[in-house]
């Protein structure tokens, strides 16, 4: 059911591209909006791993250096027959973890220093099976996919504001009455488009953390422990939020950022609250 979700939500993002590259710059505009968004993020993609654990100060961990840490990976690697991901510690106090890589065979998963204080064993295993579910539903693909459709529509958009900025509209077009509708029609797109492509975005990001959550539990067979985890983090992180990118908090297991309140609309995480009541749920029918 998330699947079909997902695929609704990407079906959407699409559809959204459509409509404005459309009625914005015709085929011709959209598809160059499209290839330039598409390269972008395919860059971002294939060298995501080295940046963002380059940007945290990663370090890579042998088993001898975190036994539990890399005994968890190996032993859920294993059960989700998928290749051994190369381990990092993060060196801060803050508790979260990630996982990224282009594919199972490229992957890497990382826990920060606070994570492996604060959590028990079974807790970290749970936390390391969510990760390894991103890995296993292959999401770093599909998040890049909604990056390069949402990209596409916000360089749209602004092509519609800095037709704006100009003047807008041809002068036969005002002299014919139609500019104050091309007008309107442009600053909508300008204004409207992005907000919906963000808001579809973070939808599709939310309902992976779900599948992650289930998927995950199911995995390890502990899903009470995960959502032990996911307290724990949620509690410290809302005290002493990390000192994160915004552009690779989606990462992350909890939000490393302060949220709160009508923030959360637009959080690329669902509401820990429910992620634990789900959890619970799934517990009894385990």
């Not at 099976?129 to 990056?147: G, K, M, P, Q």
Request: charged share 15%.
């Amino acid at each position: 059911m998330k699947t079909l979700k997902t695929a609704f939500l990407l079906t959407l993002l699409t559809l959204i591209f459509i409509a404005v590259g459309g009625l914005l710059g015709g085929r011709s505009g959209m598809m160059i909006a499209f290839v330039f968004a598409l390269i972008m993020n395919l860059v971002t993609y294939w060298f995501s791993d080295r940046i963002v654990l380059a940007m945290y100060r990663a370090r890579p961990v042998t088993e001898a250096e975190a036994p539990e840490l890399v005994g968890a990976v190996r032993h859920l690697a294993q059960l989700g027959n998928i290749p051994m991901p190369k381990v990092y510690v993060i060196p801060t106090e803050a508790p979260n973890a990630f996982a990224t890589g282009r594919s199972p065979n490229h992957a890497a998963v990382a826990a920060t220093e606070g994570i492996l204080k604060i959590l028990n064993q079974d807790e970290l295993i749970g936390v390391i099976a969510h990760e390894l579910s991103h890995v296993r539903n292959r999401d770093i693909l599909i998040s890049t996919i909604a990056a390069a459709i949402a990209g596409a529509i916000y360089m749209l958009a602004d092509m519609a504001r800095w037709s704006l900025m100009w003047g807008g509209g041809r002068r036969d077009d005002r002299e014919r009455g139609g500019g104050a509708f091309q007008l309107a029609l442009m600053l909508v797109i300008a204004i409207i488009a992005p907000i919906a492509a963000m808001l579809v975005q973070m939808a599709i990001s939310r309902s992976r953390e779900y599948q992650a959550d289930e998927s995950g539990a199911r995995l390890c067979r502990k899903p009470l422990a995960l959502a032990s985890a996911l307290e724990k983090i949620h509690a410290i992180s809302s005290r002493r939020p990390m000192e994160a990118n915004p552009a690779t908090a989606h990462l992350f297991i909890v939000n490393p950022l302060s949220a709160g309140g009508w923030v959360n609309l637009f959080s690329t995480h669902p509401p820990v609250e429910r992620r634990i009541e789900i959890l619970h749920s799934l517990a009894r029918q385990l």
